[in-house]
Nanobody
Framework: QVQLEESGGGLVQTGDSLRLSCAAS????????WGWFRQRPNEERECVASLSGNGERFYYADAVKGRFAISRDNAKNAVDLRMNGLKPEDTAVYYC???????????????????WGRGILVTVSS
């Protein structure tokens, strides 16, 4: 049974940085595709970043491109999301997700992912 757990969220000010981490347990996820999603109040869950299982393909939503970076630490069986230049509109619950589907590609649809963390709140004050 794969379990994912996010950490690193909290309250920050505009322009600050945060690093979210997602630790996996129950299985080694070295060749899994990872995704970071966020959900703002009354909005759909959206993919902000994804990393293909082979580590060669990255996806970033336009709203975070140049500010967020996804990376994987195989030794820790974990994936990080570094967030710089945070804005109030980045305020959301952030979720990590993983799937064993084709490791050559990243995926942006939430329905593609098999495993999810519980989510962690990031609040950016203006």
């Amino acid at each position: 049974q794969v379990q994912l757990e996010e950490s690193g969220g909290g309250l920050v000010q505009t322009g600050d940085s945060l690093r979210l981490s997602c630790a996996a347990s129950g299985h080694i996820l070295n060749d899994y595709t990872w995704g970071w999603f966020r959900q703002r109040p009354n909005e759909e869950r959206e993919c902000v970043a994804s990393l293909s299982g082979n580590g060669e393909r990255f996806y970033y939503a336009d709203a975070v491109k140049g500010r967020f970076a996804i990376s994987r630490d195989n030794a820790k069986n974990a994936v990080d999301l570094r967030m710089n230049g945070l804005k109030p509109e980045d305020t959301a619950v952030y979720y990590c997700a993983a799937t064993q589907r084709n490791p050559d590609y990243y995926f942006t649809l939430s329905s593609t992912y098999d495993y999810w963390g519980r989510g962690i709140l990031v609040t950016v004050s203006s």
